[in-house]
């Protein structure tokens, strides 16, 4: 594959010629909508020169929720070594509570395709938010523990998972312990059933990083406890954030650079945003709120707009303004340049692979690269 970042003039046709392949290939691997208008320093991935002789083989995830679309999934999962569906509960007495949509059809028909489902634990109150008090009341019950981990069990073997990511947000400094030994006394359960367990970390730089994403999150004893981890180094940029990169180049290998520190490479996957921000402007803390878009939709907006796209070097991200009904906008989002830099850290710290938040959105360009990149390991790694 070969990047090209369109110049003032270029149209689908005069790249095609350029480079003498189909009109429609570009089409295709970037999603173009008719009439194929393109802008100004957007980054196209084409479909030619030659693949890279030696290629890593590394996992591949991605998290979905049941209402996903079926032709999204569909294009998906080709590339995908584990599909993380998103999620189940659970209550104060260890009872799991499955999604409010069936995800039956998703575990299906990743089977089919040689893709391992994995069941998401996630500890969400009645409100749908992150619930640091069932975390606690769980991690230190040991009889709320091992009824979790049954009803975890059978519910895996009726449905047919392949796998458990525990994805437990805003953990009590306190907790962090005992929230060590839960994930290893479910590893040890599911590793005896053949199932692997993994864990999704917040993006720490350091041992005592202050602040409730961090206190409750040990890398050291994690990664032991875990068959793998996800490194959730993301959302530096996020929805009421002042209007920066989702995932800087600079502050993920930061991340990844402790981890390693603590972690084996082989038991860390990087996590990848598959979606940008519009913030309204001015920013006003507490007031501004962004809205979520898509990469794909990012494009489109620059495009409508006849924005043109620059690319920060430092964060190593695509970025622009417009002016829409009198407001300005500033839009951060991924291309296949930004996905090139993550990639390539997951090829120089040897990692084990990419996690990806979330797959809800179908980004083709960023499979066809990850697929010329790397070898995805199919079907899924044991443990």
Known sequence: MTIYIVQPGDSVDSIAASYNISPDSIIYNNQLSYPYRLAIGQALLLTAGESAEERMTVAAGGY??????????????????????FSYGFTVNGELIPPQLDD??????????????????????????????????????????????????????????????????????????AFAEFVTRVRISANASGYPVSVALAPKTSDNQPGLLYGGKDYGLLGEAANHVLLMTYEW?????????????HKVREVVEYALTRIP???INLGIPNYGYDWPLPYEKGVTAARTISNTEAV???????????????????????????VMH??????????????????????????????????????????????????????
């Open 64 to 85: 979905a929720y049941p209402f996903i679309r079926r032709f999204t999934l569909t294009e998906t999962l080709p590339y995908l070594t584990d599909l993380f569906i």
């Open 104 to 177: 039956t059809w998703m575990i299906d028909l990743a089977r089919a395709g040689g893709t391992l489902p994995i069941l998401t634990l996630t500890p969400f109150g009645p409100d749908g938010m992150f619930s640091n008090y069932l975390i606690s009341v769980l991690v230190n019950d040991l009889e709320v523990q091992q009824n979790l981990i049954d009803n975890l069990l059978q519910t895996m073997e009726q449905k047919n998972y392949g796998g458990i990511d525990i994805d437990f947000e805003y953990i009590l400094a306190e907790d962090r312990i």
């Open 237 to 249: 940029g996020y929805t009421y954030g002042p209007p920066m990169a989702v995932a800087p180049i």
């Open 265 to 267: 490479a082989e038991k």
């Open 300 to 326: 489109e907006i620059a495009v409508a707009n006849d924005a043109v796209i620059e690319f920060d070097q430092v964060s190593m991200s695509p970025h622009f303004t417009y002016e829409k009904d009198g």
């Open 330 to 383: 500033e839009v951060w989002f991924e291309d296949v340049r930004s996905l090139k830099e993550k990639f390539s850290l997951i090829q120089e710290y040897r990692l084990r692979g990419a996690g990806y938040w979330q797959i809800m959105n179908l980004f083709r360009a960023n499979w066809l690269l990850l697929a010329d990149t790397f070898y995805i390991t199919r079907p899924s790694s044991s443990i």
